[in-house]
Each structure stands twice: as structure tokens, then as C-alpha cells.
């Protein structure tokens, strides 16, 4: 089932988010509260792109870390949350929906600079897997190294152009699976929150076919929790379009987090920001 | 924390109990009930006495499998489990109070011919540690291999006398750490349930200083369960003196379940059988 | 690239072969001497059938144990063989031809009541991957859980008719390959010694397009053992039919090890066997 | 037996030392050539301290990321190397003399800003275990995790001083081992190459009882291979102080590589160097 979080704006240690929270994330891998398991425990990973200020090459892949080790017990995921920064940055707990545990299976999973990682799964999976997986661009199929829904669905997503059009390329994904799940007679082919990122930009997908999809929340704005906090030191620190997006909240702090819409999808970016209540649609479209 | 069951009796395959019940160990280590913690995801073990009708040694070591991932996802503990059958068994589930998860940390322990488990820990074992690894006798120290309480527990008993009187050593051992967790100030010592066995006998223990102890069952004779639940087939095909030993009920069968009391113990043997309502009273013996 | 052993005959403990042998599969895991490294550390893993006497189901499936650390500091790994006795096993260490380490890429694979190891590559493998992927029976591929060629070859012969005519199946598959192979402009295909096991019978293969195929060989008959060597006591107690398939010698005994034939394969079967000098030829058939 | 290297000097990426040289720790973790054994596949670990000018704290400690797995397959540790970059780092690849296969049994070991790691062994390990066990600073003794001989070495040398006098602190625990071994009649008691960091300096010992140690080798400094080799760019951008410390060298470059006499000790640091051919005696103390 999963838990993850996102990360986009000035850079800060991993282990702000990850760790440190009344419910991080690691918290989350023992008790998580709004998703489907309160136990998070198949293996763990994150994804980061560089401080851009150290940077040593123009476009660096991000660098990613996964494990197979629940996230509670992993002193090197402990380690690495403590030592690196990032302005951006995935980490993501994993409950299988049936794929085995393994490290291949664990999210993020990553293509040149582009990170992904999802919680839900593709009902009947084993059902469509086949068709779905002949659906990928022969060019990628061999660099499919899981078994998970998860990862099958990034690679139709990079195979339906998803590094020219990342919400075309999402909802054309989600129409083929769920065009592919009619036809073999599974009901409510998709249940998704996923997140994309490309090392400048971080999309956010909420979704699902029976339109009652995964929690996902997005931060307020900075400015506006500065407002509502002066007591919090940190916010001052933070560049105004610091974004947040995670599955369930880190904390309980008022007015801090929001819901995303059913079947919707936001866009945080360097400067002009798109992750706010009035978010994008998405629209399926089928093949 | 941990949860654990032990099983001594007609030999039947360790996946009778540790998966197939309705809240079978495989249960616990996600939604264990009655413990500290509901998750039990630090690593699993079983260690088991094989099947004297095939035994090809006169006196055989016990066999263990211990495996630092959680038990649910663990596909040889399953495998195990569906293939071996055994009259006298031993299965764990961790929850770490502090020591690394590990392979020489997971339980069952084994010395030659003895198996231990245990539930629970040693309050301050830091601050203890030392001085009760002083107290194991000098040719046994190296052949501790772990950082845990538990195993120092077992290797204090052994030399305590463990494999000349289990009661007696058990309550000399709960002496010593009292003893020493005084001197350094340290209050409410010792928290357990622990297991004990030596091919033949099965003893269970349930102890606190502070007298509230983990949880501890046993279950019911098998005549009186025969006659209880006719309905139930298994209990037709095992000999009336099998018995478990768990940390908390597999299922909710009435009249199945009795809690072993405070402060006590019991003894399982073939044939004569001490475990019953009227247990043993466990009295710690100070050094 | 992977060293394996399958037995079939009397049953008996698994450590008998591979761990007590000077030139143990243990030992080949880190020295192998006829292999492409002498190193083979990338996982390990046993799969036996059990001991008919004791069965307490018809056909059971075959049991599997497999982990991706070393196997040379396995101890779960050498418990297991410790304590299994089995009529017909497999066991298998592998290294990597670049798929990834994890338990679903170790064999034996299982289907059913099938086993199958493989030692080799697909030539090229990346590049015909995805065609070889669509060429398995669609009720098959979910099956698939790993990323290895040994995996792929394993369920394009069950497609091909595995479960009713093994070499015929083989034979299928490795024609197969090659086309496919040959379509893509990839050069000497087919590198493979496998092993294929149903609970009764044994077969091996030694084949590649190159025609300079891995190392295998089988045990010279018990009769004519005995004979040989009088001063060997364990040979006296195995029946006639019992045969050994080793990727290399287990030790030096003169005249106990005989080269399988390039581009043959052999039979094992209790009472006739037909592992002898004069092998089936191995004759792929193209699509 | 294990195999590890040093690095001091201008900030590198760590890949640069245990991934790219032509006989880098990653090939010595399958093809060691100077060792006891050719593989080193019980786990590997690295230790570095953050490059001074992106700190964020005034000492910070030093990371570390240790796993159980063999050096070749670990993608973490290859992702790491790729994207971490240090002025003052170890890295280490681990065959275990004895001692269990686990992260806590892995180099480097850390103790505050202190890093410590081992090729070697104390013969007899298990004999005099208990007894250099107890000779451990009482407030130091449940810091111990592991169970090898080089993490005790490492907790004598720290309650003998090595915060404050690192040479004389290793002098002495090498004396007081030898007593022990002495005492108890074990020859030979000391096998050792240690590297110890504290985040400004770098100490590498090479001693053994037999006065036959296992190989340790130093950098020739800069200014000389400079001259010496024109034609490597890598050496102009390198600050003048930059050395390395290795079990074997890296490749062949003549003139690179210099033995570190036995019985001997050299110390890297910031501007001023002792680390040259005529290196300080290392002269055991006993108790």
C-alpha cells in the first residue's frame, strides 16, 4: 500500500521530513493512519537530485537508495537522511499489494533524471500485466527490472511520452490500463497517488477509477504559513515556494496541510507554483 | 517485545500454528494485540526437535532458522514451516527493545540440546550489561555471538545451572540481574516470559520485578478441549498430552486459552504433564 | 554464471553434497575452477522433493529455500542441509550475468511440481528480452517473478510443452532463442547446462549455439563405483539408480565423474536410467 | 581477512578510489591479490567526513554506511561512492575470521568523531575474548555492538587512550593483547593493518606478533608522482598533502606505491606529513 513524501524547494537535510516530524515518516512505517495497512514494512527508498549550489556536472541523475529492511530498523537510510541536502527530493515506505520484496521493487524508481513513485496498486494486476507490459515501448521494456504495478505503470508513462507531457502522458497511462482492465472484466482498474519529478519540477497525481483514491495532502504556501505561525523559525528560512506533498501529514499543525482533490494533479516549480486548491483535472484518455 | 509460541506434543508441520490460525504468529507480527507494540517486523525465528520416529542420531541438536526480515513477507520461514513437522518447536517474532536487528539477535537461542525465547527485557540492560556478562562463567562468554538481554539471559542460566535444574537456574538468574540493576539503581529489572526446552521437556516461565508481566498462555488439556468442541477434528489426532505455549491466544476458541499467572511457571513433558492452573510459583534467588 | 548439483537416488542429507565434498558446491562458491569466475556469491538456493516415505501428501510440490546472501555464510542455508533428506534435489549458486541479486532471481525455479536451474546466459539478453517475454503462454507470464534469463528459459519451455515432453520442450525453446537471437543480429545465443526435475525423474542438458557449452558432468553408476573403490563404505548403502549432476567435480575420486557430451542431455529415472555415455543428441527446433 | 583503504587529501568523490582504479577495492572484493583470500564478500563499509566547506555543524561526526552483502552487488554502496564527496574517508571490505555476518560486524567502526577499521585477526580470538572484553572502559563496555576482534581492538585502544595519544594508545592494547594471549598460551596473538581517523588526521599502523603482516601500502606523496607522471591530470588538481593508505595499491602505476615497513606506523595530516619511508616504530606496551 505505501506512504511517501516530496519534497521541493530550499534545501534542507532529508531527515527534517523523514525523521524528525511527530509522525514522519518513519513513524508512518509502524503506524500509519489514513492508508490501508498501519504497517509500512516491505522495504524503503529515496531519491534526490543534488544541491544545485555543489553540483560538479550540468544535469546529474538524482541519486537513489533503497532498501529492503522495514524503514524503522535501517540505520543507513538514518545515516544518509542525517548527511545529505536536497531542494528535492522523494522518500517513499513500501507495503507490497503482492509483488515480492526485493530492492528492484522498492520505489523511487528512476529513469535518467526522472524520479516516480506511487501508493495504490492496479486491480487484477496479474490479470493485465501481460498486456500492459507489451504496451511499453520495446525500446524500455528491458530496463523493467521489478515486478511491481507500480513500475509498469512509469514505464507506459515514459513510453506515452511522459518526458514531453507529464499529465498527458499520466492520464494516457491510466486510460490504457483502465481500457486494458474492461476488457479482461476487472472493475476499478486504478488506485493511484503518484509523484513525478524531473530535477526541477515535482508533479502530484491523485486518482482512481472508483474515484475514491489514496490520501494526498500538499503544504500551504509559505507566506501563508508564516502568517498563521511567526512561532515556527523554520519558515523563515525557507524560499517562499518551499512545496510539500505527502500521503498523509507529517504533523498537526493548523492550517498546514491540504487535501488534494479526487482525480486531480498539481505542479510545484521554481517560483511560479501550480499545487493549489483549484488544481488541475485529470482526465483519462483512452488509447 | 516480541510474541512467541512454543508447541510440544504429536508431531505436526509448524505452519499448523504459525500461519493457519486466525491470529497466527504471522498475525501478531503485523497486529499483535496484547504486546507492547503491534508490530513485530525485527526478525523471526524457529528452531525445532525433529520427529523421533525419523531422528538418525541418538541425541540431535535442535535446528534453527532465523532471518532478520519480518516474518509476514518471509517466504523460507513459509516453506519451512509447510515442510517440517516436529513434536517439540520453538517460533519467534521480534520487536527490538534496543539491540540491532541482526541474525544472532533473533531468538530461538541454541546451546547444544537447549532452545530459549523470551519476551520482554532488562530495564537498563546498558547500564547492567557489563557486570552480567562478568557473571557468565569464562568458557561460555565467547560463545555469545549477539547484543541482546535475552540471549545473556540464557547464558547467565547456563551457567547457573540451566542444564541441571531449568527452575531453579531461571530463578537464580532473575536474582542476579535484580540484584545487580539495584545496586546501579535500576528499577523494575526484569520483564519476561521466556521458553525454555531440551528435546524432551518444555518449561515456560512468566516474571516481572514489577509484577506485571507480558502476556502468557497456555492451552487447555486436550480431553477437556475434546470434549468442549467435538467439532474440531485436530483435536481427535493429537496426543492428550500435547500442549502450546503462547504469548497471546492463536484464535478465539472458548475455553481454549488459560493466562499462566504471575510470577510462575510450568512444565510440559510427554506423558505427565505440569501445566495447569495450579503452576509453579517462580521465586528469584539472590546471588 | 553458477555452479549447480542435482541428485537423485537414496535419500540423503543434503549437506552429504554440498557441504562435506573437498570441492563442495560451498567451496565452489568462492573457487570454482571450470567456471567463467571463480567467485559465485550472488545468492544460492535449494530445492528438494521430499522423502516419499514420509510424505503425507500425493504429489506435493517440491520445497524451495532461497537467499540472496553468499552461500559459503548461510547458516540457515547449512541448517537446512543439515536437516533434509531427500530423494531428488537441487541446489544452485549463482552469479550474476547482470540481472539483479534478490531472492526471485536465485534457483531452483518452481512451477507446480517443477524444478529448474540453469547455468549460462542468453547472448545479448537485453536486446530479446521483451520478444522471448511475449513468446510465453499468456497464462504463464504473471508467473514470472524475477528478471533473469534462466527464469524466461525456464517458462518458454513450460509454454512449449514442458510438463509433456521435456527435451522436446527444451529442444523448442532453445530454437527459440536462437531465432530470435539471430532476427536481432545477436551472435551465439545460447549458453546453458539446466537441470529440469518433475518429483520422479531428472533431466540434464548441456548445449550452446557456440558449441563450447559450460561444464557438466554425472556420476559414473554406483555398480561400477563400487567396484572401483571397495574402500568407500556410503556406497554400499545407495541404490544402483543413484546419479549425481554437477557442474564440476565434487572431489577427485579417479573415475567417479564422466564430461556430459556437448549438445546432449541425459535422464535419470528410478530402476532405468539412460545418463550414459552415449546421450540424447539435444537438437533445437526453430519456430 | 578484509582488504580497505584510507583517503586524505583534497575532497574526492569516493568513487574515485573504490570503483575506477584498475584494481579497485571493488575488484580486490573478488580478486585480492595480496591477501589470506581472494574474496572479500562478507559485507563492506565506508566512512567519511563532510567536506569542510559545505559543513553545517562545527565537528560533526563522521557518516557511515555499512551492509551485509558483498561489495560487487551493492548498488547503495556504488550510488554513495558516485554522489558523496570527502576529504577524509575509509572504505573497507570485509571476510570474516569467525565472527557472524551481520552490519555490526562490518568496518569502519565509529565512535564519536573517531573512525576505526581492521584487516587482520587476534589468533586465539575466543580464548582471550573474555578477558580483553573486561580490560574495556566500564562506561564504554555496552557500546560494543558487534562481536569481531577489530571492534574490541578498537574499545581497548579507546579506554587506553586514543583520544589523546593514538600511537600510544595503539601500542598499548597491542601489549595488553599479547599479555592475554600470552597468559593463555596463544602464539602469535596480533595480525594487524588499523586505519584511525579522528576528522582532522589519519593514522595507519602495520604490526603483527610474527612480525610477518598482512600488506599495507602508502601513497607516494604528490609533488614526486607529479614529476614522476606528467600525463595524469588528476594529479595537478590534487592538493600536495593528499595521501592514500592501502591494503594493496590501486593499479599499476610504477612509483606510486609504497610498502609500510612492518612494526610501523605513519600519520596523514592537513600541510605537515609523517607518512614517508622512514616511518615511527611501533613498539608494544604491555600492561
Redesign the interface.
Known sequence: MCRWLAYAGTPI?LDELIYKPAHSLIDQS?HARLGV???N??GAGIGWY?DER?A?TPEPEP????????A??D??LH??S??V?SPLFFAHIRA?TG??????NCHPFRHHNWLWMHNGAING???V??EL??AVD?AL??D????TDSELMFYLALSLGLEDDVPGAVERMIGLVESAAERHGVPDAMQMTVAVADGARLWAFRYSTERHSRSLFYSTDIDTLRALHPEIGVLRVVSPDTRLVVSEPLGDLTGAWNEVPECSYGLVQPGEDEMRSEMHPLTPVAP
Request: proline share 6%.
Open positions: 537535510h509502524r495497512e498501519t504497517t514494512g516491505d543534488p555543489y560538479t541519486a537513489v537508495f533503497r532498501a529492503i529492511g522495514p524503522w530498523s540505520r543507513n545515516e544518509l542525517r548527511c541536502r507490497s509483488a515480492a520484496v526485493q530492492q528492484t494486476f496479474s490479470t500485466k501481460r507490459a507489451m520495446p521494456y528491458a523493467i527490472e521489478g515486478s
